[in-house]
């Protein structure tokens, strides 16, 4: 499906250069922005990028937009009306990397690989404001990155601005040997390694396979959403949110790590899950107890 409805019109107005001689910092050089080239970078080197692979978005708060305004087109991009729609993202502006970009580039030319979309007042149409040079547009994810932050503003956690998505390979792994059942991955996570139930302590949801960039994922994972802060998507990778940059890339470090543990665990055992030792219920309880941690109880026996 394509998400994006009247893509090939969207552009026609066509998009002014930046502009010239501004004031103050470049939109480069804003911290958010410092944070989000530092992200995709680090996601590169970790190895979870091949390719156009992966995506990020974060919702800007009202004073970053103000410190970013004299930077950003004097013609923005004419509307692109999604299939999605979320009241609550009216005006919201986002950053975001462009479809078909790559992680790995992100550095070296943010205005070409990144963008900032408007979300106009109905909140069912974005507009290009700054950057994704040379008719770029937001990620194909955008429709699950949208939902999600809706869903996340709403009700789930209204403090997360950021979404990641990556392709982690241990997660992706993980999810062809293991039942595609958020309570056993997520046991299976918890007891790879004691800092997995203080990192997650919601657990880790699932869904099947799908196909990327579509709706049905979009709807599924932003169902999910509203009770986890990250969700696999089996056989493609894993999608996360957090309020700032260190402990989204940090959730999505400490899944993957996991997601391998338990896989060497298994390998170093001969192909099974039967280990010597691990980590029991009560001693998830007792960490959780010890640092006051809201977990996710029917996950535990
Ligand atoms: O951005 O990862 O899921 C490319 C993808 C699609
Ligand atoms: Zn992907």
């Not at 404001?129 to 709403?154: C, N």
């Not at 990327?212 to 986890?228: F, N």
Request: aromatic share 10%.
């Amino acid at each position: 499906m394509d998400v994006f409805g009247t893509m090939q019109d969207a552009f026609g107005q066509g998009v002014s250069a930046v502009k010239g001689a501004v004031s103050g910092v470049a939109v480069e050089n804003l911290p958010f922005m410092r944070g989000f080239i530092r992200l995709c970078s680090d996601g590169w080197q970790e190895g979870w990028h091949e390719r156009n692979g992966g995506n990020l978005s974060y919702r800007m708060t009202h004073a970053e937009v103000d410190s970013c305004k004299s930077f950003f087109y004097d013609v923005p991009s004419s509307w692109v009306k999604m299939s999605v729609q979320a009241k609550n993202l009216a005006g919201a502006y986002f950053a975001v990397t462009g479809a078909g970009r790559y992680m790995r580039n992100v550095q070296l030319d943010p205005s070409f690989n990144v963008g900032i979309v408007e979300i106009n007042a109905a909140g069912d149409s974005w507009r290009l404001v700054w950057g994704l040079k040379d008719g770029g547009m937001p990620t194909s994810e955008f429709a699950s990155h949208f939902l999600i932050h809706s869903v996340r503003l709403a009700s789930a956690d209204p403090t997360h601005r950021i979404l990641y998505h990556a392709h982690p390979d241990n997660v992706i792994a993980l999810s062809k040997i293991i039942p595609l059942d958020a309570r056993i991955i997520t046991r299976a996570l918890w007891k790879a390694h004691t800092e997995c139930i203080m990192v997650f302590p919601k657990g880790i949801g699932v869904v099947p396979c799908m196909v990327p960039g579509s709706m049905e994922l979009a709807r599924a994972t932003s169902e999910l959403m509203k009770t986890y802060d990250a969700v696999i998507w089996a056989q493609h990778g894993l999608f996360a949110s957090g309020p700032d940059f260190d402990s989204t890339f940090g959730l999505m470090q400490t899944v993957e790590k996991a997601a391998k543990i338990h896989g060497l665990a298994i390998a170093m055992n001969g192909g099974s899950s039967e280990f010597a030792n691990t980590i029991t219920d009560d001693d998830l309880r007792a960490i959780a107890r010890s640092l006051n941690l809201k977990v996710n109880e029917a996950f535990l026996s």
